[in-house]
């Protein structure tokens, strides 16, 4: 199965050369943008570009307001300060992400609780949030505070792991019932949609990146989203250095971050936009023939959720078990066709060894037997 899965994915990159797992393709204004933005002398935080990318994105994801920042990890620390996470509280996510997901919650200075993922969706799972809230937790005055740490649970981070989305409709309802704030860490997920609805358009914020590997990219970049007029000023504000406008006076009225993005990126983002649905479309289709390869060799392909459309950002192959699992990315890789496991959990790092969980028992069982196959836009 192994050798006929690497000559499968030869065949369709149509290479005998390395094979890598996402690649970002540059087939549009790209170049036109940047010599127009590189004659314009704006390559830095001021510009006509950062506008524009903010407005399309707004427009291509239907939410009220974007905000373009410097990459994912910036954005996602800015919007959990606005979801009001302060130092000593809990962030409930889950353990099967990217560190940054993580990171940037001790950046608030408060703690990850680790709840476990369903296997339907790869995102944190609605019931195990219930059931983590239900028993592991108390309310105070409309406050919920975790039983056994004492601290407030200030906000819900779940991703939408590999473009797949979560049950958004699900966290929701747990979420609401208990007056917490959702926060989408939809990195992964631009141009992924739970019926007509654009990930990151669910919780209170969401977040973007355009990271070099992410289906389109500025270079470095992310985005905050937000429906609520007033979250979004203060979003701009913070990534501005909390600069007060003004012609010529520097006046700051916080703690402000260096964190907007520079009209350089905003230009490759921009051009960039403009191929997203194809590259959706691209990513779709690639991801029906893997499922038919699946289906014809007994094998499991990780499929989008029941109602949602994903962009297939990377697709995932399940395998029996561990064994099996580093048995192909030994082979895979050794023979120029990159894949890659599951990121190793959080609580399994040395820095959030310490966290709660609540077993994690399914992303256990799923970061034995996934691995992610090459999934850049085919030709
Ligand atoms: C890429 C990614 C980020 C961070 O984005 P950067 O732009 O690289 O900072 C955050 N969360 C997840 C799940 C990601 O995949």
Redesign the pocket.
Known sequence: MFEGLVGFVREIYQTDAFIPLHEPRFGGNEKRYLNDVIDSTFVSSVGPYVGEFERKIAEFSGARHAVAT???????HIALLLAGVRPGDEVVTQAA?????CN?IAYCGAEPVFIDIEAATLGLAPAALAEFLERGCERRAGVVYNKTSGRRIAACLP???FGHPCDMAGLLTVCDGYGIPVVE?A??ALGSRIGERHCGTFGRLG?L???G??IITTG???MILTDDDDLARQAKHLTTTAKLAHAWKFEHDQIGYNYRMPNLNAALGLAQLEQLPAFVDSKRALAGRYLDWARANGAEIVQEPAGARSNYWLNALLLDDAAQRDAFLEYSNAHGVMTRPLWTLMPDLPMYRHCRTDGLSQSRRLAERLVNLPSSVAI
Not at 70 to 76: I, R, S
Not at 97 to 101: K, Q
């Open positions: 410097v990459n994912g990890t910036a954005a996602l992400t990217f560190v940054a997901t940037v991703m939408h792991s860490d990195a992964e977040v990146s355009f990271n590997n992410k470095g970049g992310g």
